[in-house]
C-alpha cells in the first residue's frame, strides 16, 4: 500500500504568515500533487509534479509555490498567507501520469486568521 | 477545459438498497480516464473504481460498478446491496490524456451519501 505522509496535521497562522505544508511519499512514484478541499468545490488542483525539480501549474496556483526537491518530497509555500487560504490540503502521489490512481495523504487543515 | 460536475449534493437511502450517484463531464480529448474516489469520515480519500474511455464494458469492483454512457458524457456510480460503512463523500473525476508527463485529475464537487439502518 502507498505510503503518502503530510505535516503538520493541523496548522494555525495569522495573515500575511508563511507556512510551509510538508509531504513525503515512500513508494517511489514519480507524481505528486497538491490540492485543496472546499465545501462546494471539491478538490482542487494547486500544483503538481512528474519528478524531481520539475512543477507543473494546476487550476488554483494564486498564492502557491511548490518545489519538488527529492522524488519523496514534494512542498507547498504560502508565503503571505491570507483567510482565503484556509482550507483543507490533501497532498498525493501516482506512479505514472494519465490512467493511474492517486495516493492521498491525511490532509493538512489550515487556518489564517 | 476539461470539466467535472456532480449536481447531487446529498443522498440518502436504507441499508441493503441500491444508489446510484451522478456525474458528468466535459472534454475536447478524445481519450480520457474517469474516476471515483470516496472520502471517508476519518477524511480518508480511497481510489475505487476506473472506466478508461475507449472501453465499451461498464467497470465492476465487488459491490461497486459504472454506468458509463459517452454519448451523454456520463458516467454513474452504482452501489449494490449498500452498507453503514459505504456512508462517506463520493468525488468523481477525470485525467485527459495530454501527453504522457501532463495529465492532471480533476475532481467534481463531491456527493455526500448516508446508509439509513
Known amino acids: 500500500e502507498a505510503a503518502v505522509t503530510q505535516s503538520p496535521r493541523n496548522k494555525v497562522t495569522v495573515t500575511g504568515g508563511n507556512v510551509t505544508l510538508s509531504c513525503r511519499q515512500t513508494?517511489?512514484?514519480?507524481?505528486m500533487y497538491w490540492y485543496r478541499q472546499d465545501t462546494g468545490h471539491g478538490l482542487r488542483l494547486i500544483h503538481y509534479s512528474y519528478g524531481a525539480g520539475n512543477l507543473q501549474i494546476g487550476d488554483v496556483p494564486d498564492g502557491y509555490k511548490a518545489t519538488r526537491t527529492t522524488q519523496e518530497d514534494f512542498f507547498l509555500l504560502l508565503e503571505l498567507a491570507s483567510p482565503s487560504q484556509t482550507s483543507l490540503y490533501f497532498c498525493?502521489?501516482?506512479?505514472?501520469?494519465?490512467?493511474?490512481?492517486?495516493?492521498f495523504g491525511s490532509g493538512t487543515r489550515l487556518t489564517v486568521l | 477545459a476539461q470539466k467535472v460536475t456532480q449536481t447531487q449534493t446529498s443522498i440518502s437511502v436504507m441499508e441493503k438498497t441500491t444508489v446510484t450517484m451522478d456525474c458528468v463531464y466535459e472534454t475536447q480529448d478524445s481519450s480520457y480516464f474517469l474516476f471515483w474516489y470516496k472520502q471517508t469520515a476519518s477524511g480518508e480519500i480511497v481510489f475505487l473504481i476506473r472506466?478508461?474511455?475507449?472501453?465499451?464494458e461498464n467497470a465492476t469492483v465487488g459491490h461497486y460498478s459504472l454506468n458509463f454512457q459517452k454519448p451523454k458524457s456520463s458516467i454513474g456510480l452504482i452501489i449494490t446491496a449498500t452498507q453503514i460503512e459505504d456512508s462517506a463523500v463520493y468525488f468523481c473525476?477525470?485525467?485527459?490524456?495530454?501527453?504522457?508527463?501532463?495529465?492532471?485529475?480533476?475532481f467534481g464537487q463531491g456527493t455526500k451519501l448516508s446508509i439509513k439502518p
Open positions: 472506466q478508461d474511455s475507449y472501453k465499451k
Open positions: 498525493a502521489s501516482s506512479d505514472r501520469g494519465w490512467g493511474e490512481t492517486l495516493y
Open positions: 513508494n517511489s512514484h514519480n507524481y
Open positions: 473525476a477525470m485525467r485527459e490524456f495530454m501527453n504522457y508527463n501532463q495529465g492532471k485529475l480533476i
